[in-house]
């Protein structure tokens, strides 16, 4: 049997004990979490008791010096992904990144280059394409069943669902609030199923009075609203060089109904997805002059996309395959959110830059 991958932890708090630690925990015979590492000492040795890791460390690159690592994920806040990441890869470490790659378009274009230069995997922490329903969807458009696709509307809304823990509501330590947390997933996994167009330009408008409101409900928990100094709301509408466009909606706090979902208008059907949901998907079509509308009603599922995903990155480090989601991809969408930003500043339509 081939040895087995050493992975090492950066950034051991909850999305990594939630869920890259048990991706990495379901495949045994393939890879093994030899250390993990957090700036919070606590933190990392909790971690490492939970899925009995020896060795702890406080500093990525004294685990990285030690370790003989093949691969490390990075799940620490969206701040402090490039600089381990960089790190990792230019020490010969493949990395499994946490979304959004970067706080903006700068910061992937170095991730991006140190990947290219070392020759090691990139992946964006973006699992939504691995749930059933986007690697089904993802065929049947490749087929020809939709034709083209010339717009999508996609949306990630909460109500009332500001993230009081961790440092979400921080802009500067996340760079930007749900566009860049939430907006991220839907807006990827509309990009992904429409094959990755290339965006040219963003015209969008953020808010934050909700979020910064001490008299709203929040449903997750209250928080310090003079704390708050992301925004609560964002939407834009990016124009790709194919011609097609995407509106796109993302908040944390809104008078209006949750709503998880992406519709892709084609010019031979339109799909309504919502990620994970039971049904969540239906098929708008015409055939022989009449409307007809599928629920496809038994496309198998992954038991956790996460674990999916992290099962996907082993596997490409061994067979030699390139990233699944890789880290060009998330330049794209860092460098819509730049424009979006942007745009919101100036009132104007804004470029979005590709380049690195
Ligand atoms: N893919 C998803 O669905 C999903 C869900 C939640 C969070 N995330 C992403 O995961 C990342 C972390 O989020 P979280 O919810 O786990 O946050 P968290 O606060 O629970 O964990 C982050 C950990 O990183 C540690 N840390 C900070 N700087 C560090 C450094 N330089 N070196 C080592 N450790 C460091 C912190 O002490 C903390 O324990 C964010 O980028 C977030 O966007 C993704």
Sequence with gaps: MAEKLRIGIIGSGGIAQGCHMKGYASIPD????VATCDVNEATAKAAAEKFNVPTTYTDYKEMIAKEKLDAVSVATPNKFHKDPTVYALLNGVHVLCEKPLGMNADEC???CAAARESGKILQVGLQSRFMGHS???????AAGNVGDVYFARAQALRRAGVPGWGVFINKELQGGGPLIDIGVHIL?????LMGYPKPVAAFGKTWDTLGKDPTRWNAWGDYDRDKFTVEDFAVGMIKFDNGAVISLESSFMQNAPDVWETQLYGTKAGLQLKPGAENGLKIYSDVNKQLLDISPSNIPNVESAHTA????FVRAIV????SPVPGENGLILNAIFDAIY???VTG???KVDLTY
């Design 30 to 33: 393939e890879c093994e979490i």
């Design 109 to 111: 274009r170095e991730m």
């Design 135 to 141: 690697t089904w969807l993802k065929d049947y458009i």
């Design 188 to 192: 990827d996994l509309t990009l992904f």
């Design 309 to 312: 995903e992290v099962q996907a």
């Design 319 to 322: 067979a030699g395959d390139p």
């Design 342 to 344: 942007k745009s919101s």
């Design 348 to 350: 104007n339509e804004e």
